[in-house]
């Protein structure tokens, strides 16, 4: 079995690579609701196409995670 320690980093890191791409996605967000009093057809062009593959990032980075705490996190802390 995998060290606990380095178990518990990985799921850290994972953690904070979700939380990072869901920080990304909401200033993104910001942008695109700012660009609605100040229009730019080739960055709202731009900004939907990097949104959207976004988003596909993170819906598969959050089943990593589950996926990982489910099957690593759990097991090596004794769940």
């Known amino acids: 079995m995998e060290n606990t320690e380095a178990i518990i980093n990985n799921y850290q890191k994972l953690e904070d ?8 996605m909401g200033k993104i967000g910001q942008l695109q609701v700012d660009l609605f009093n100040n229009p730019d057809k080739e960055l709202e062009k731009f900004l939907n196409e990097v949104n959207n593959d976004l988003d596909a990032t993170f819906q598969k980075i959050e089943e990593v995670v589950t996926d990982y705490e489910k099957n690593k996190v759990a097991p090596a802390r004794g769940e």
Do not use: H, Q
């Not at 690579?17 to 990304?24: A, G, W």
């Open 17 to 24: 690579i979700k939380n990072t791409t869901e920080s990304l």
